[in-house]
């Protein structure tokens, strides 16, 4: 069983659409969770930063942790076609584990 | 020059050619770190300097040599690789090894594609 598991779509949408990304993952000691954009030709760059459990909101963008569950995710509001890249789960507790990346393109 | 800097952005070369990739940072961080990204695979750690010690060697094979000369400048020098060692190479650098954030600072990367 890998670490963590993202799927790694790709995941097609409307412009405006809300926009689901989700990470699983099997190590309890993971504290800190991550998630990094990374537009094409380019390296990631991250995004939302979460201790612990619980959401974190920063414009329209929502990160949640559910540690009972060992299940993160990230929500889009009103997805923009800039919003098109791929979005790396990422997460540290003695170590930093990638997920593989989930590829999201926004149609306008 | 701001953030992180790799260079070449891409280099092809032939199994028995040997290069080198370049990452520069300027952002006074202590860390820096080699990357591996194949398509839809996680990340994979190459190696990690800390204070221009290396401090992590994830089992990468002895074809892929780090230098680190300075806390500013990263190598990764290639030497007899296979196809399949053909990936986007990352850099990264952060203020710390081994700080709970642990937030990473990535270049853009260099595409190699190993005829």
């Known amino acids: 069983q890998k670490e963590v598991e993202q799927d790694p779509g790709p995941l097609s949408v409307p412009e405006g659409a809300i926009v689901s990304l989700n990470c699983t993952y099997s190590n309890s000691a993971f504290q800190y969770f991550m998630w990094y954009r990374q537009y094409s030709r380019k390296g990631p760059e991250l995004l939302m930063y979460t201790y612990s459990s619980g959401n974190k909101e920063d414009g329209r963008f929502t990160a949640q942790v559910d540690k009972s569950s060992k299940y993160i995710s990230l929500f889009i509001r009103d997805s923009q076609p800039s919003d098109s890249a791929t979005y790396l789960c990422a997460m540290y507790g003695n170590k930093l584990v990638f997920g593989a990346g989930t590829i999201l393109r926004v149609k306008s | 020059e701001t953030g992180v800097t790799q260079t070449p952005r891409h280099l092809v070369m032939g199994m028995t050619n040997k290069k080198s990739l370049k990452c520069e940072q300027h952002?006074?961080?202590?860390?820096m770190y080699w990357y591996k990204q194949s398509a839809k695979k996680p990340l994979e750690l190459m190696f990690v300097y800390s204070l221009e010690e290396r401090v992590e060697n994830n089992s990468v094979p002895s074809r892929f040599s780090p230098e680190c000369p300075n806390s500013s400048h990263l190598f990764l020098h290639l030497h007899t690789l296979q196809p399949e060692d053909s990936a986007l190479y990352l850099c990264a650098s952060s203020q710390d090894w081994l700080s709970g954030a642990n937030v990473l600072t990535f270049g853009a990367g260099s595409r190699l594609t190993v005829l």
């Open positions: 952002l006074g961080h202590n860390a």
